[in-house]
């Protein structure tokens, strides 16, 4: 018997308002990866393989609302600097992640952290000061602490003053304070809180018709319950299309010759 797949999100026409991308930087090999693992699938993998960008999907049905976010994975080198600056500009929420191990990971994580304050403030046509961007900041490989290269005045330097950003050390590896850094993230971007991984129901793809509320008659699933979704063998949108994303859904109130001087140098 064939499983009915989940019908294409042009099909569920998920609003705009309900579509948010969330974007992950930060150097190599300070679990980036890992992180998004354990968001979708609760899973760690020990292998390490190089990022070079990975784009993942998941869709949402909460209190009666189809959203979807898209997850994009970026490559800790950065060999194309437009590439990343599209990324930042297409992101509506980001997380920052350094290795508490490692300081150069840190210092990445500072000149990240600006460039996305100035390359947004641009796009809103804002000063650096009054942009408000939902960012966490996390110090992974909490469970290396004998290692430890970065002292907490430093991260707390780096916090002040910025209330659109947060910070927490985890452990991918073990687990540890990964809701509660999704807790707050969704709370800045005022997200519904249910899109974190401990406050949804997780649903195969075969019962993808929850997304039309369909299925609700069959006892397993109650109207008022959350359920998240992973959609198979999503791809990149093209650049055109992250060009579409940023226009009608990032620009918001600017002027429109300075938004276009920002989207394309």
């Known amino acids: ?67 979807q976010l898209d997850i994009l994975d970026t490559s800790g080198n950065h060999p194309f600097p437009a590439m990343r600056r599209l990324s930042i500009l297409t992101g509506d929420v980001f997380i920052l992640v350094f290795s508490l191990d490692n300081r150069d990971s840190f210092e990445e994580v500072q000149r990240l952290k600006q460039q996305i304050l100035e390359t947004k403030s641009c796009l809103k046509n804002k000063t650096k000061e009054n942009i408000d961007v939902p960012l966490v900041i996390c110090g992974n490989k909490g469970d290396r602490e004998f290692f430890r290269e970065v002292k907490t005045e430093e991260i707390e330097q780096l916090l002040l003053g910025d209330g659109q950003c947060a910070y927490f050390e985890i452990s991918a590896k073990k687990n540890t304070n990964l809701d509660e850094m999704f ?82 140098s």
């Open 1 to 67: 018997m064939i499983k009915k797949m989940c019908p294409s999100e042009p099909e569920l026409n998920i609003p705009a308002k309900n579509c948010y991308r969330m974007v992950i930087l930060g150097s190599s090999k300070v679990g980036k990866t890992a992180i998004v693992s354990r968001f979708l699938n609760g899973r760690f993998d020990d292998q390490y393989t190089p990022t070079i960008e990975d784009f993942h999907r998941k869709l949402y049905s909460i209190r009666g609302e189809v959203y």
């Open 183 to 264: 807790h707050t993230l969704f709370r800045m971007a005022k997200l519904p809180s249910e899109m974190s991984p401990d406050l949804h129901r997780k649903v195969s793809i075969q019962y993808c018709d929850i997304l039309h509320r369909k299925s609700l008659k069959n006892k397993k699933f109650k109207d008022g319950d959350a359920y998240g979704i992973v959609a198979p063998f999503a791809r990149r949108p093209s650049v055109h299309s992250d060009l579409m994303y940023i226009r009608e859904k990032a620009i918001g109130g600017g002027h429109g010759k300075e938004r276009d001087r920002c989207v394309i």
